[in-house]
């Protein structure tokens, strides 16, 4: 006689996951990499602008330097009538030392005559590198060459009064600025 055994059998059921739990750990495994690296382009970025930044700065500031002196100084010929000539204008020496600006008039290029212009004192931390330019033309169309002190964007106008440089007024300021 045969015997026949008993096979038990075991059945495993596998229960599908909830569309929900499957959705989260999907979104979850798939997209932490993706936040890291946009947040990784985000910084690299940043930090790239401003080592860009430092670095125009310090060409800008390296270039003044190689223009002006690390004292911010500006050499200027011009005839201008007072007490020089053609052959010998009058040399103008503009700085700017220590945040003050600085104007030196050697009529005709007699160092006996020479004046000195005071200029507008700049605010602020690096301001003592801030170039200072000249520029001479006739603004009040009077017939008489006018300087015009441009630094930090702005532009000063000292009038020719025949006999000396001096600051424009606001009055003077404001008929010039009316005519065409």
Do not use: C
């Not at 026949?4 to 959705?23: D, M, V, W």
């Not at 080592?51 to 500031?61: K, P, Y």
């Not at 911010?72 to 503009?94: E, K, L, M, Q, W």
């Not at 003592?128 to 520029?135: G, M």
Request: avoid cysteine; glycine fraction near 6%.
């Amino acid at each position: 006689m045969a015997v026949r055994s008993q096979e038990k059998r075991f059945i495993t059921i596998r229960l599908p996951r909830s569309k929900s739990s499957a959705l989260f750990q999907h979104q979850t495994t798939s997209s932490l990499p993706t936040i890291r690296y946009f947040v990784g382009i985000f910084v690299a970025a940043v930090a790239l602008y401003f080592a860009l930044s430092a670095g125009i700065n310090w060409g800008v500031s390296r270039f003044d330097d190689l223009r002006y002196g690390t004292t911010r100084t500006f050499h200027s010929d011009a005839v201008i009538g007072i007490d020089d000539s053609v052959t010998n204008p009058t040399h103008f020496v503009a700085m700017n030392i220590n945040r003050q600006v600085v104007i030196l008039q050697i009529p005709g290029g007699d160092t006996n005559k020479t004046r000195l212009i005071n200029g507008p004192y700049l605010f602020g931390v690096t301001e003592d590198r801030t170039p200072v330019n000249l520029a001479f033309n006739d603004v009040n169309n009077d017939g008489l060459v006018d300087m015009v002190v441009n630094v930090k964007n702005e532009a000063l106008i000292y009038l020719n009064r025949g006999d000396r440089l001096s600051l424009m007024t606001p009055d003077e300021r404001s008929s010039i600025a009316l005519q065409p």
